[in-house]
T-cell receptor, first 111, second 120 residues
C-alpha cells in the first residue's frame, strides 16, 4: 500500500470554480503535513503547511483529520495560474526528516 | 538570496557508465536531502545529511548509489554502473535543521531545479 495516496486527476475546472483535493496517509505516527505545488518540468515548491486546526492562506484552505489520516486542500476562485500538480507531503515520525510525497493531483484551470 | 542550485541540469549517459550529480544548498542550511522523481511517479527519498551526523541512507535503492557532503555544504550524488531504470529527475533540497515536535511542521525544504538523467 502506497504510504501517501492522492487522486491523480486530472481535474479540469473553469476559472472561478472551487476545487478540492484529498489525500490519505498510512502512517498514524505522522507528524508534519504539507501541500507542495509542482509546475511542469519544475521543482516542487511549498504551497502551505497543514496545521492540526486547519489553516487558510488567501484562496487556499488546508484541513487535517488525524483520526481518519486524511488531508485536504481547497482552492476557491480558481485562476489560470493555479494550473499545476499538487503534491500531498507527509513527514513520518519514524523516518527522520525525509518527506514522503504522494504522486500528485493534476489541476487544469480553463478560461 | 540564491536558492539551491544543481548541476548539470541535464545528463545523458550510456548504460554502465558512472555519473556524478552536484548540489549546492542554500547558504546556512545544514540539512540536505536527495530525492528522485521517475516519470509519472512521486518523489522518492534517497539520502539525508544533517551537519556532521552520519547520513540517513535508508532510501538509496542499491549499493550503486552513494553520496557525500564535503565541508557541510556541497553534496555529490554518485551512481555507478548506471542502468536504464536510473533515468529520472534527481532533486536536491535543503533546509534549516528543526526536529519535528508535536504537531508543528518541520522547517521548509527548498528544492533545486533538479538534474534530468537519461541512461541510454
Amino acid at each position: 500500500r502506497k504510504e501517501v495516496e492522492q487522486d491523480p486527476g486530472p481535474f479540469n475546472v473553469p476559472e472561478g470554480a472551487t476545487v478540492a483535493f484529498n489525500c490519505t496517509y498510512s502512517n498514524s505516527a505522522s507528524q508534519s503535513f504539507f501541500w507542495y505545488r509542482q509546475d511542469c518540468r519544475k521543482e516542487p515548491k511549498l504551497l502551505m503547511s497543514v496545521y492540526s486546526s486547519g489553516n487558510e492562506d488567501g484562496r487556499f484552505t488546508a484541513q487535517l483529520n488525524r483520526a481518519s489520516q486524511y488531508i485536504s486542500l481547497l482552492i476557491r476562485d480558481s485562476k489560470l495560474s493555479d494550473s499545476a500538480t499538487y503534491l500531498c507531503v507527509v513527514n513520518f515520525a519514524n523516518s527522520g526528516y525525509a518527506l514522503n510525497f504522494g504522486k500528485g493531483t493534476s489541476l487544469l484551470v480553463t478560461p | 538570496g540564491a536558492g539551491v542550485s544543481q548541476s548539470p541540469s541535464n545528463k545523458v549517459t550510456e548504460k554502465g557508465k558512472d555519473v556524478e550529480l552536484r548540489c549546492d544548498p542554500i547558504s546556512g542550511h545544514t540539512a540536505l536531502y536527495w530525492y528522485r522523481q521517475s516519470l509519472g511517479q512521486g518523489l522518492e527519498f534517497l539520502i539525508y545529511f544533517q551537519g556532521n551526523s552520519a547520513p540517513d541512507k535508508s532510501g538509496l535503492p542499491s549499493d550503486r548509489f552513494s553520496a557525500e557532503r564535503t565541508g557541510g555544504s556541497v553534496s555529490t550524488l554518485t551512481i555507478q554502473r548506471t542502468q536504464q531504470e536510473d533515468s529520472a529527475v534527481y532533486l536536491c533540497a535543503s533546509s534549516l535543521p528543526q526536529p519535528p515536535t508535536g504537531g508543528l511542521p518541520t522547517d521548509t525544504q527548498y528544492f533545486g531545479p533538479g538534474t534530468r538523467l537519461t541512461v541510454l
